[in-house]
């Protein structure tokens, strides 16, 4: 049995396929109770591999495990035979499946980086994924194995709620201390944030879960609070009526703190993209927290910045070919500006909060964020509570300047 099947991002994590799957596995198997059957997919992604791994126990190949001969050579007879070209001779396995699962940059970004076991195992197995390689998947579908996952899934259709429940009756913690611990430990967003500080976040903060596909908050809500993402994901959108994902987000990663440092409304969605367990802090709290740890303010104003800047060339880069990590790169090779300074030869200011004045020439100007602006032997002042990020000024720099003028 041969599936392919694509999912429309609005409606993953809806559990679409796997009912359907099961339908036409289980008519297939009470049709014929005597007969072998196997599922074979040459998988393009690695949510697609994740899900039939944790599904059956028997998925081959899988991590931890070398694959029998006698099924390695089943496998890649199988491949043949359905006329997938091999893309590497080291490792049959690998096809080209001719089609590609239409992920962002950012959505490759989140996979390349996803901690899930099974999604770690296809990517380093298959990397070549995002240009149509396939991984052949074999699934013995024997009764047993057939009665073990449906148990399994029984199991947890069962018991999850009701555990949900008994838990909410209990008032128990949705997250355990020794979890949110690890998560702001291993956080990227927070490194550099003394412990103090993150334990500080810990006692003032909420602990909740968000199901698949329930949106956090909207673009342009009046609402501040902060959030860490302590397991799952979440897909970050911008516009209404169509909108585009911009960013994915993962375990550790900080959201809502523009809003929650400047009381702006949001500029972008938050949808869980999984099961999601967050840490939500609101605005006093966090300003604080702030207060006392200015460690923590500059790591926090520094990724507020770098999302600013990001969403700000996003729109710009197809003109000029920048990816996310060359933006990011590029961003990074800056500091943050001081509150007056002065520049003897050029720099590139991007003005992430508040209003930026400038004199050259004898004559004063001023701009509001965001904006990206050039400053050749200027004198810089920024309003009170502004922030700017102050970059080398590069080729793509000038050109985008260019291009913002035109």
Not at 46 to 57: N, W
Not at 115 to 133: C, D, I, K, L, S
Not at 291 to 316: I, S
Not at 354 to 364: D, P
């Amino acid at each position: 049995m041969r599936m392919e099947a694509g999912l429309r991002r609005s409606v993953r994590g809806a559990n679409i396929v796997g009912p359907f799957i099961a339908r036409q596995i289980l008519a297939w198997r009470v049709r014929n109770l005597t007969r072998e059957l196997y599922y074979l997919g040459s998988l393009v992604h690695p949510s697609s591999y994740m899900g039939l791994a944790g599904g059956f126990d028997d998925t081959w190949p899988r991590a931890g495990a070398s694959v029998p001969p006698e099924i390695f050579a089943f496998m890649c007879r199988l491949g043949d035979e359905f006329g997938l070209p091999r893309v590497d001779p080291g490792n049959p396995l690998l096809r080209d499946v001719g089609w590609i699962t239409r992920d962002s940059e950012v959505e490759q970004d989140y996979w390349r980086n996803c901690r899930r076991p099974a999604a770690r195992f296809f990517v380093e197995t298959n990397p070549g994924y995002v240009q149509g390689h396939g991984l052949l998947t074999l699934i013995p579908l024997g009764l047993g194995t057939i009665g073990r996952s449906l148990g399994a899934w029984g199991r947890k259709r069962l018991f999850s709620p009701v555990d949900r429940a008994v838990r909410a009756l209990r008032d128990e913690d949705v997250l355990s201390d020794e979890d949110v611990t690890g998560a702001l430990e291993r956080s990227r967003e927070l490194e550099g944030v003394p412990r103090a500080a993150l334990a500080a976040i810990m006692e003032r903060s909420e602990r909740v879960v968000v199901p698949t596909g329930t949106v956090v908050f909207h673009e342009g809500d009046r609402c501040s609070s902060f959030y860490v993402v302590i397991s799952g994901s979440a897909y970050v959108l911008v516009g209404h009526d169509n909108p585009v994902l911009v960013d994915q987000m993962w375990e550790g990663e900080v959201f809502g703190d523009l809003a929650a440092f400047t009381d702006e409304c949001r500029s972008a969605s938050v949808r869980a993209a999984t099961s999601l367990k967050l840490l939500k802090i609101e605005r006093s709290a966090i300003l604080d927290i702030l207060q006392q740890h200015p460690e923590a303010a500059a790591v926090l104003w520094r990724n507020v910045a770098r999302d600013r800047f990001d969403g700000f060339l996003r729109r710009l880069s197809p003109r000029f070919n920048m990816s996310r990590a060359e933006r990011f790169a590029w961003f990074l090779e800056g500091r943050a500006a001081e509150q007056e300074e002065s520049f003897a030869e050029a720099v590139l200011l991007f003005v992430v909060v508040g209003t930026a004045e400038w004199k050259s020439g004898g004559r004063w100007q001023a701009v509001s964020a965001p904006a990206l602006i050039s400053l050749d032997q200027a004198e810089l002042h920024l309003a009170e509570g502004a922030r700017a990020w102050l970059l080398p000024d590069r080729e793509q720099g000038s050109e985008m300047l260019l291009g913002l003028e035109s």
